[in-house]
C-alpha cells in the first residue's frame, strides 16, 4: 500500500482547509460557493456589531472597508455613525475607491440599501489618486487568520496592493490599525512567517462573532508599492496603477518591473478576459485562430483541413413524401427518432401553453457566468425581495427568465396596465458569482418579449 505524501504547506494549502470546513458545517450565507471568495461567514452582522463598539471605531472619522460581502453589515453600522467610508472598485478596473458620505435624516433601510454595492456604485464618488483623503481605519475581510496577525485572503493580492496605493499617496501611516471581521473557525493558532512577504498586510485586531483579538506584537506593514512584484501585465489590467507608475518615475524614483511574470493572482482572469471578450459568448463561440497560426498556414494544411473536416458529418434523414393525388389527408412517413423528437416537441409546447396561461409578465435575464447555478440566482433573487412565480433556466446560453403572475387581483381594471418598474428597478447591477463576459460584471435584465398587457415606467437604466 502507497503511503500518502502529506499536503504542501502553502498559503492555498491553508485557504482550502478553511474552504471545505465552512462549507462542511455550513457555516456560509449566500454565496454559499466559497472558493476564491471571502466567506460570507454566519454570524458576519454579531462580529460587525462587536467591532463598532471598539474605541478604534468609535474614534475614526473615515473607514476604509472592503466590497465583501460579509464587510457589508460593517459599512451599514460605519454610515449609521455618520462616518465616512472609502470602498475600493472591484479589482481597481475603473479607478481605484469609491467616497460614500451619509445624509443626514436617512433610515436603516436607505442606510442598507446605501451600504450595499448596489448602493456603493449608485451614490459612491470617486477619488482618483490626487485624492487627499485621510483614513483613520482600514477593515478587511479574510480566508484564513493567525492569532499573530498573519492574514491570507482569497489569493488575487487586491487588499495588499490597494493598502500599498494609499500608503504611495499618504492617505494612511504605518500606524493605521487595520481590523479583520471573521468567523471563529476561520482563526489558526499558527501561520508560517516564510510564507508571507513584504507586500502582504498584517492585521492588528480580530474581531469574530464571540471575541475580539489583539494582536499582542504587531506584524510590519508595507511601506509602499514594491515594483519589483508586479508583472507588466499585472499593471496592464488596472489604469491607476499605470498612473502610479508614471508619477513615480517623474519623481526620479527606478521603477523596475520582474523580469519573470511570476503572478498567479489574476492569470485566469486575465486568461477569460482574452479567450472571451466583451459580448462574446462563451458557449458556441468560434475559435479564435491566432495571428500566428495564421501566418503558418499553407496551400497543403488548407487542402488537408478541407479534405479531413473537424467533426464527421451528420447523418441526414429525408423525408418520404407522398404525393397527394386524391382527396385524402397528408400523410408524411418519418423515422422512429422524428416521431419521437416530434412528439417530445409538441409535449413542451403543450406544457408551456398550460403553464404560461396564467403569466403576467416575463424578465429575461442574460450575461450570466457558466459557474453559476440556479440555487445561486434564487438566493440573490430572494436577497432583493423578487419572488417569481417560476424560472425557466437556461444556464448552458447564459440566460434566464422569470416568470411573475398573480400581479393582477379582483379589483385591478382589465385595462389597468401592470407596473413592473419596481421589479425591474430592484434587480438594477445584479451581479451574482464571478461574471467575465461582460466588463462590469452585472446581470443584464430587460423585459422578455413578446409583453402584452405590461407598462414599464423606466428601464433605461438597465
Not at 29 to 47: C, D, L, Q, T, W
Not at 142 to 161: H, P, Q, T
Amino acid at each position: 500500500m502507497t503511503e500518502k505524501l502529506p499536503e504542501e504547506v502553502t498559503k492555498m494549502s491553508f485557504r482550502r482547509k478553511v474552504w471545505d470546513y465552512m462549507t462542511k458545517n455550513e457555516l456560509v450565507n449566500f454565496p454559499v460557493s466559497i472558493h476564491k471568495r471571502i466567506p460570507n461567514f454566519k454570524g458576519a452582522a454579531e462580529a460587525a456589531q462587536r467591532l463598532a463598539e471598539l474605541d478604534e471605531f468609535k474614534k475614526s472619522k473615515t473607514i476604509k472597508i472592503n466590497p465583501d460581502k460579509p464587510q457589508e453589515p460593517v459599512r451599514f453600522l460605519a454610515l449609521e455613525a455618520n462616518k465616512e467610508i472609502i470602498v475600493p472598485i472591484p479589482r481597481l478596473r475603473s479607478g481605484l475607491f469609491l467616497h460614500v458620505t451619509p445624509v443626514a435624516g436617512m433610515t436603516k433601510e436607505q442606510l442598507k440599501t446605501l451600504a450595499s454595492m448596489h448602493g456603493l456604485e449608485q451614490s459612491g464618488k470617486p477619488l482618483g489618486l490626487d485624492s487627499h483623503i485621510k483614513v483613520d481605519l482600514v477593515v478587511l475581510g479574510s480566508v484564513c487568520v493567525s492569532r499573530d496577525g498573519y492574514r491570507l485572503g482569497k489569493g488575487e493580492g487586491f487588499a495588499d496592493l490597494e493598502f500599498a496605493m494609499m500608503m504611495r499617496m499618504g492617505t494612511i501611516t504605518e500606524n493605521t490599525i487595520v481590523i479583520t471581521t471573521v468567523h471563529d473557525c476561520q482563526i489558526v493558532d499558527h501561520l508560517p512567517p516564510q510564507l508571507f512577504k513584504e507586500y502582504d498586510v498584517p492585521v492588528d485586531i480580530i474581531v469574530t462573532p464571540t471575541q475580539t483579538i489583539f494582536v499582542e506584537l504587531r506584524q510590519k506593514k508595507p511601506t509602499g508599492i514594491l515594483w519589483q512584484m508586479l508583472s507588466e501585465r499585472r499593471l496592464k489590467t488596472m489604469q491607476v496603477l499605470q498612473q502610479l507608475k508614471e508619477m513615480d518615475e517623474k519623481d526620479g524614483k527606478d521603477v523596475v518591473l520582474k523580469e519573470v511574470d511570476s503572478d498567479v493572482e489574476t492569470r485566469q482572469y486575465i486568461k477569460n478576459r482574452l479567450k472571451y471578450p466583451k459580448n462574446k459568448k462563451r458557449l458556441g463561440a468560434k475559435r479564435d485562430v491566432s495571428n500566428t497560426e495564421k501566418k503558418n498556414f499553407t496551400a497543403e494544411d488548407v487542402k488537408d483541413k478541407i479534405d479531413k473536416p473537424r467533426f464527421p458529418r451528420k447523418r441526414s434523414y429525408k423525408k418520404v413524401k407522398v404525393e397527394e393525388e386524391n382527396n385524402s389527408p397528408n400523410i408524411k412517413v418519418r423515422t422512429k427518432t422524428e416521431n419521437s423528437t416530434k412528439s417530445t416537441s409538441r409535449l413542451r409546447k403543450n406544457l408551456r401553453a398550460r403553464t404560461r396561461a396564467h403569466i403576467d409578465f416575463s424578465l429575461k435575464l442574460s450575461n450570466i457566468s457558466s459557474g453559476v447555478r440556479v440555487r445561486d440566482l434564487k438566493n440573490a433573487l430572494l436577497e432583493r425581495g423578487v419572488k417569481p412565480s417560476e424560472i425557466t433556466w437556461q444556464g448552458y446560453r447564459g440566460i434566464c427568465y422569470l416568470h411573475f403572475s398573480k400581479l393582477r387581483s379582483e379589483t385591478t381594471l382589465p385595462d389597468q396596465p401592470l407596473q413592473v418598474d419596481s421589479i425591474v428597478a430592484n434587480l438594477q447591477q445584479l451581479r451574482i458569482g464571478e461574471t467575465a463576459n461582460d466588463e462590469e460584471g452585472f446581470i443584464h435584465v430587460e423585459p422578455a418579449k413578446p409583453i402584452s398587457r405590461i407598462e414599464v415606467t423606466d428601464v433605461t437604466t438597465v
